[in-house]
């Protein structure tokens, strides 16, 4: 292990594994997430970062709330975010962390993505999001390629 590689954790040092990227970058929009694209690829741009190794994190309403999924590439389902990631970039070949939120039982999607989350929706979401975070930094650290087998529509709880 390259004990050069250290962070700093709440004032632990942490070993960075050998294989893990030598830079990340965290990009969180400040635009409409249907003009998310714009502002990856600037920083894509940028740091010269090719669409293949950008991994996005969002929502999927064909994955019930409570799982989650890896996938590279495909179709776009529908995600106005996704759909401005393929325009600018000419390409739907990029990682996705696909998080479930189901899909109403009526015909107003907006109105679904856009609502708050019930009480219950909100618990079972404080049970989801820690794990996702070590899932993510699994897919950052060890890449997203390594978790697909095991990742494809899981349930998290």
Not at 88 to 107: E, M, Q, S, V
Not at 109 to 137: M, N, R
């Amino acid at each position: 292990m390259d004990m050069d590689r250290l962070c700093q954790t709440a004032g632990a040092k942490t070993a960075v594994p050998p294989e893990a990227p030598k830079r990340l970058h965290f990009i969180m929009p400040e635009t409409y997430m249907n003009l998310s694209g714009d502002s990856v690829h600037e920083a894509a741009t940028f740091f010269k970062i090719p669409a293949e190794k950008i991994l996005v994190v969002h929502d999927e309403l064909e994955i019930p709330l409570g799982f989650a999924s890896f996938k590279f590439s495909g179709g776009l389902g529908g995600h106005n975010g996704l759909r401005s990631m393929k325009a600018r970039f000419g390409t739907p070949d990029f990682w996705r962390l696909r998080i479930g939120i189901g899909r109403p039982n009526h015909a107003d999607i907006a109105a679904w993505v856009l609502s708050d989350f019930t009480k219950e929706e909100f618990a079972l979401l404080d049970t989801v999001f820690p794990l996702l975070a070590e899932v993510f930094a699994d897919a950052l650290l060890y890449g997203p390629d390594k978790l697909l087998p095991d990742w494809n529509k899981r349930k998290i709880v």
